[in-house]
């Protein structure tokens, strides 16, 4: 079983940036995908970014150019660098797991979730 846990959220004003961390335990995190969802109040989760095994890099329209995702395969951790926020960018986000060396952008595809982390940007 892989657990995932996300650090690194928080209250940021707009135009500023916060890296997020996900950290996996097990030893086969290399051989997963990993994306980045967010969820805003009453909206669908959404992916935001996505990196596969292979390191194959997908981005939403909306943060295409502000967000970078990245993997540390040594330390079994996945990042997302956020510049440039946004009020829409606030959101929960979730980072998850999934196999094969495909991105998905349906969050059914995923297997493995960490418990979220809050990103909230003032205007």
């Known amino acids: 079983q892989v657990q995932l846990i996300e650090s690194g959220g928080g209250l940021v004003q707009t135009g500023g940036s916060l890296r997020l961390s996900c950290t996996a335990s097990?030893?086969?995190?290399?051989?997963?995908?990993m994306g980045w969802f967010r969820q805003a109040p009453g909206k669908e989760r959404e992916l935001v970014a996505a990196i596969t095994s292979g390191g194959s890099i997908y981005y939403a329209d909306s943060v295409r150019g502000r967000f970078t995702i990245s993997r540390d395969n040594a330390k079994n951790t996945v990042y997302l660098q956020m510049n440039s926020l946004k009020p829409e960018d606030t959101a929960v986000y979730y980072c998850a797991a999934k196999p094969y060396n495909t991105y998905s952008t349906y969050a059914a595809a995923y297997i493995h979730w960490g418990q979220g982390t809050q990103v909230t940007v003032s205007s």
């Open positions: 097990g030893r086969t995190f290399s051989t997963y995908t």
